[in-house]
Each structure stands twice: as structure tokens, then as C-alpha cells.
């Protein structure tokens, strides 16, 4: 499966995105979609995913009441809508699956498929 990410842009502290991460395989709903940031200099971070239904979604400590994951598997796409963002959320946000097979990964290495990533990046 081929992922695209997109929303990315820059925005002033406590401001909102809204993050898209399309899919081109129609057998999307079968897999669970994660967020994860990569800041420079520093090693990939797990942010947020969702299982195929949306019913299960896993976050990090960091961004729980703040962002948001949702899926709709209709229009094979994955959203991570960020709220209250701060300049330690500045990152490039990339998206990633894999087969769903019960649980929702809270770790890269259980993702097998991933996307270029979208530039986020919060002014102070």
C-alpha cells in the first residue's frame, strides 16, 4: 500500500492543523494507520493510530487531549487533526500501516508500509 501524506504548513503556537493521510490501496480498511514525527537530529516518535474501524486508537503521552485520529476508510484516508500545537510539536509528520491484527502498534518497526512525510512547523 502506498501512503501520501499532506496538510502540513506553518502555524503560530496554539493554533490547529489538520494532517491527510491517503491511501492508494482499496484494501485500506484492513490496516491500521499510525502518525509518527521525526524532529532534526532526533529519532522517530510514535504520535498517534487507529485501528481498521476506528474504534481503537493508542496516543502519546504527549499529544492526548490535544490531537485527534480518525479514519474514513470510505475515501481510504487517515486524519490527524492538531490542536493547541507548540514549537516541540515542529517536525515532519509521516504516516504509516500495517495489517491489522488485533492491536494497534505503538512502535515503527511494526509498520511495514510508509509515506513521505508533511512538514509541520510551530512558530513561538
Known amino acids: 500500500v502506498q501512503l501520501q501524506a499532506s496538510g502540513g504548513g506553518l502555524v503560530q503556537a496554539g493554533g490547529s492543523l489538520r494532517l491527510s493521510c491517503a491511501a492508494s490501496?482499496?484494501?485500506?480498511?484492513?490496516?491500521?494507520v499510525g502518525w509518527f514525527l521525526q524532529a532534526p537530529g532526533k529519532e522517530r516518535e510514535f504520535v498517534a493510530a487507529?485501528?481498521?474501524?476506528?474504534?481503537?486508537?493508542v496516543y502519546a503521552d504527549s499529544v492526548k487531549g490535544r490531537f485527534t485520529i480518525s479514519r474514513d476508510n470510505a475515501k481510504d484516508t487517515v486524519y490527524l487533526q492538531m490542536n493547541s500545537l507548540k514549537p516541540d510539536d515542529t517536525a515532519v509528520y509521516l504516516c504509516a500501516a500495517t495489517y491489522d491484527r488485533g492491536w494497534v502498534p505503538g512502535t515503527s518497526k511494526e509498520y511495514g508500509y510508509w509515506g513521505r512525510g508533511t512538514l509541520v512547523t510551530v512558530s513561538s
Open positions: 487507529i485501528n481498521w474501524s476506528g474504534g481503537s486508537t
Open positions: 490501496r482499496r484494501t485500506f480498511s484492513s490496516y491500521v
